[in-house]
């Protein structure tokens, strides 16, 4: 089946911009998360959802990054007045929704962003 | 708060080669332990976990690792390196207690030779 898609794949943006980063988990899982991955740095929890609960936002790093999900669905990410520091991959990923300590995410291929 | 540690960020081996990537974590309750492989241009995919039982967990492709509770380690082990392991490799733990998200480590770059 499907996995988890990601787009876009690249982004290049100026900085002070807006941009959107959207997920399509994979059909079924209930939890959907959000991580980004600096250059030689290991992957940093931003947000994950859980089915109708609210989100867990406690890994946003400022107010300028916040994210939605429709139902069980897309999901996507806005980082608004975008930095420099903000240039990272993005990466997706979802699980069928059990306990989250336990289960087992799938990956998406990730967004590279570049902010100039 | 809970770190997790990989030691050395470039392994190198030659094919046929033991593999052993390094990880350890910091909290004094053992959490859920995971190792995902980052293949060239493709996503993280979950190589195994530890979260209750037998200590010693087999996961794809050959690979295998141990939860040492005395050395709050997880060493990822491969008994023979194959070109195809060349990837990235990351430990990850999540809290027991707490149910947080997962926190992993820097990641350990696996290069295999002929």
């Known amino acids: 089946g499907a996995g988890v898609s990601q787009s876009p794949s690249n982004k290049v943006t100026e900085k002070g911009k807006d941009v959107e980063l959207r997920c399509d988990p994979i059909s079924g899982h209930t939890a959907l998360y959000w991580y980004r991955q600096r250059l030689g740095q290991g992957l940093e929890f931003l947000i994950y959802?859980?089915?109708?609960?609210?989100?867990?936002k406690s890994g946003l790093p400022s107010d300028r990054f916040s994210a939605e999900r429709t139902g069980e669905s897309v999901s996507t990410l806005t980082i608004q007045r975008t930095q420099q520091e903000d240039s990272a991959v993005y990466l997706c990923?979802?699980?069928?929704?059990?306990?989250?300590?336990?289960?087992?995410?799938?990956f998406g291929p990730g967004t590279r962003l570049t902010v100039l | 708060a809970q770190s997790v540690t990989q030691l050395g960020s470039h392994v190198s081996v030659s094919e046929g080669a033991l593999v052993l990537l390094r990880c350890n974590y910091s909290?004094?309750?053992?959490?859920?332990l995971f190792w995902y492989v980052q293949y060239p241009n493709q996503g993280l995919q979950l190589l195994l976990k530890?979260?209750?039982?037998?200590?010693l967990v087999k996961g794809i492709n050959g690979f295998e690792a141990e939860f040492k509770k005395s050395e709050t380690s997880f060493h990822l082990t491969k008994p023979s390196a194959h070109m195809s392991d060349a990837a990235e490799y990351f430990c990850a733990v999540s809290d027991r207690q707490a149910g947080t998200a997962l926190i992993f480590g820097k990641g350990t770059t696996l290069s295999v030779s002929s």
């Open positions: 990923a979802s699980s069928p929704g059990g306990y989250w300590g336990t289960d087992t995410q799938y």
């Open positions: 909290s004094s309750v053992p959490p859920y």
């Open positions: 530890y979260t209750t039982g037998a200590t």
């Open positions: 959802f859980q089915g109708n609960s609210a989100p867990d």
